[in-house]
Every structure is written in C-alpha cells, then in structure tokens.
T-cell receptor, first 112, second 112 residues
Framework: SQTIHQWPATLVQPVGSPLSLECTVE??????LYWYRQAAGRGLQLLFY??????ISSEVPQNLSASRPQDRQFILSSKKLLLSDSGFYLC???????????FGQGTRLTVV | RKEVEQDPGPFNVPEGATVAFNCTYS??????FFWYRQDCRKEPKLLMS???SGNEDGRFTAQLNRASQYISLLIRDSKLSDSATYLC?????????????FGTGTSLTVIP
C-alpha cells in the first residue's frame, strides 16, 4: 500500500526558532509531493510542490523553504519562525495528473 | 478570483435528510475534480472523484458540469457520522506536474 508519514504530530516552537518538518512516502516512486498549510478555520494554502528530486516550486513568498533530497522525502524548513507560521501543515502526494492526492496526518504547529 | 469557491455553510440538517453542496471553479484548464472530507483537526480524506458522467457511491452522488464549471455533491439519508467539512478540489496542470486547489470547505452537522 502507499502510505505517507509526517512527524511530529504536534509542535510548539518559540518565535525566531528554526523549523524542520519531514514527510516520507512509501510504496510509490517518483510521486508529486506537496506542502499545504491550513490556518485555523481557513482553507488549505499550497506552499510548495515538487515533481522530482531537487525540483521545488514555491507558491507563496514567505520565510519557509522546502527541499526534496530523495525521491520519497520532502522537507519543510524555516530559519526563523514567525507567529503567523502557526497552523496545520499537511504533506500530500499524488501519482500525477488526473490522480487524487493523499495526505499525511499533518503537523499542528503553534508558534509562541 | 479564487480558483475554487464553495458555500461555507454551515449546514445543519436532521438525520435522514438529503443535503446538496455546490462548488464552482475558475480555470477551464482544470482536468480532475474531487470531493474530500475533513474531520475536525484531521487531514482531508478523499471521498470521491467526480466525472462528467456523474458518479455514485452509496448515499453519495457527485456531478460535474464542465460547461458551467460547476461541481456538486449530494448526500442522501444523512447519518450522524456524515458531520464533517466537505472540500471541493480541482486539479489543474501546470508547467511541471499538476496543482490541487481546495475550496474553503462546507461545514455539515447532522442533528439527531
């Protein structure tokens, strides 16, 4: 089966601290990978997507970055967190055009 | 203009009722369409794909009208367990891969 792992499930970080969220995928090769953020009571905002190793497209300018060092690994990072970075971060994968997206269980980040 | 627009609700319906959700999308190049369900503080999960011919899965029926760029979801004989937020999602090809655009969701509460 194809699974997608995200960790940690919850995270509380002080303002100005760094961030690293990891997402790994099993059971499929060369997936399209996505990072979304969902603020409280809001819709999903696409942050980054990747169609292959080292290929990252950014949707929203911000203090976050993403990397894909391996085919099945997608990392979301920040050097210095802001209060506005709080939210529910979701990693998703798809097999490409005309296929559905599947999500990891998400990381709930609170910046204090 | 938003890529995907949904009526946010909330919809509060009694058990056994039929409820319909609507969604419009702005990009005529969009190729795939889906309904997702999101429970409180959980990741979105695929409910069903939506095809031009319409498709049905038990009590759930989805319809797509490409000419009007309109998507619908009908839930018959509502159950308490149907209470959730329903997300309309479109997949649009990009220069590299495809992107998923999410509506802000329609909240449904089924009342005993």
């Amino acid at each position: 089966s194809q699974t997608i792992h995200q960790w940690p499930a919850t995270l509380v970080q002080p303002v100005g601290s760094p961030l690293s969220l990891e997402c790994t995928v099993e059971g499929t090769s060369n997936p399209n990978l996505y990072w979304y953020r969902q603020a409280a009571g809001r819709g999903l905002q696409l942050l980054f997507y990747s169609v292959g190793i080292g290929q990252i497209s950014s949707e929203v300018p911000q203090n976050l970055s993403a990397s894909r060092p391996q085919d099945r690994q997608f990392i979301l990072s920040s050097k210095k967190l802001l209060l506005s970075d709080s939210g529910f971060y979701l990693c998703a994968r798809s097999r490409g055009l005309n296929t559905e997206a599947f999500f990891g269980q998400g990381t709930r980040l609170t910046v204090v | 203009r938003k890529e995907v627009e949904q009526d946010p609700g909330p919809f509060n319906v009694p058990e056994g009722a039929t409820v319909a959700f609507n969604c419009t999308y702005s990009n005529s190049a969009s190729q795939s369409f889906f309904w997702y369900r999101q429970d409180c503080r959980k990741e979105p999960k695929l409910l069903m794909s939506v095809y031009s011919s319409g498709n049905e899965d038990g009590r759930f029926t989805a319809q797509l009208n490409r000419a009007s760029q309109y998507i619908s979801l009908l839930i018959r004989d509502s159950k308490l367990s149907d209470s959730a937020t329903y997300l309309c999602v479109v997949s649009t090809p990009t220069g590299a891969g495809n992107q998923f655009y999410f509506g802000t969701g329609t909240s449904l509460t089924v009342i005993p």
